[in-house]
């Protein structure tokens, strides 16, 4: 069920206790039952239409997206009718008003990330960089041409976009990028672009390419909107990278740039430093924080069923034995507190009262400890952990890349850092 159908019903046909049934919880319990899936009742925060939405993600993550894991993370295949499929039911660009978006709050698009995440981070990073990444900048930085020429072809998932700021000698350092615009040579109205990015998702199939450079009259940075059918041949390429150890699941590449014409009216005219990326970055960066927690919930839910049904020493289920049980109740903690931790900082980036140092603050957090976790329950499938049929062994692996994309997590404790005390400690 599309997004904007859902919420639509949801105030007028969906109560929480319907909605309970339908996603097979148990809200409707009280108070004083634990349940272990949801420890703290996190459920009971959301609004009916949030709710709604999380039905919607939820539903199709797991009879669409499930399905096409395995092969796709063994294979390194990105399906590209995924973005168009989630297009379809207004996954893409969530929160952003008009343009056939849903206009979801950031809770709304928060679940949304959890539960694509409960299946693959490579999914959800492909979702991510379409939604945060391309369709942000354009609504937030962009002129109203740039929005109506791209915005709703990139929520139908009709065009593919990617995000261009990491380079192959500056990761942590986007300040010192190479890439650079100049006034074209030969074609009136038109910049010239020259450089690399790296590790760049979605670039081997993206239409649309936001891309950072520095004006090499000023040096300012500056974002622009490629369209890969405008440029001469030679001027644009976006090799895949491959052999990934994380990630498989998506498609990931580099963006090389020669001389590549782009004309004026697709740089972003009013934002120019550091201050446009990291407010997309931002934008992402939150969503991870909800995300990760979807990937250890379905490896919590993998190894509780595992260790209910392994049985060893005279026939006991292996969640008997107290180094089991101390996994997962680390484990269902740290997930409880994230979401929670998740949710305040959603509702406070809604309310406009947010700090960017907050966003670091759960980034950082529930990368961590869902990597964390992840690798402590990985331990209870012992040899078996080895087969990806279990799952759990390719969400380490992936857990590993969302702890260092996007501000690696030392980073970002230097970010925190800095709020605290004052000092800078990147110089």
Known sequence: MPIRIALRQASRQITRRRLATELGRRYASTPSTFQWDDPLNSQSLFTDEELAVQETARSYCQEQ???RVLDAYRNEHYHREILTEMGELGLLGPTIQGYGCAGVSSIASGLITREVERVDSGYRSGMSVQSSLVMGPID???TKE???RWLEKLGQGKLVGCFGLTEPNHGSDPGSMETTAKPH????GYYSLSGAKTWITNSPIADVLVVWAKLQETGKIKGFVIERDQCPAGTLETPPLKNKNGLRASITGMIQLDECPVPKENMFPDVEGLRGPFACLNSARYGIAWGVMG???DAIARTRTYALERRQFKNNPIAKYQLVQKKLADACTDAAYGIQAAYQVGRLKDEGKIAPEMISMIKRQNCDRALINCRH???VFG????SDEYHIGRHVANLFVTQTYEGQSDIHALILGRAITGLQAFV
């Open 295 to 297: 990937a250890l919930e």
């Open 65 to 67: 997206l499930l399905p």
């Open 383 to 386: 040899g078996n952990a080895v």
């Open 185 to 188: 040579p030969s074609k009136e």
């Open 146 to 148: 740039q929005k109506d």
């Open 377 to 379: 329950l990985q331990e």
């Open 140 to 142: 937030e930085f962009g």
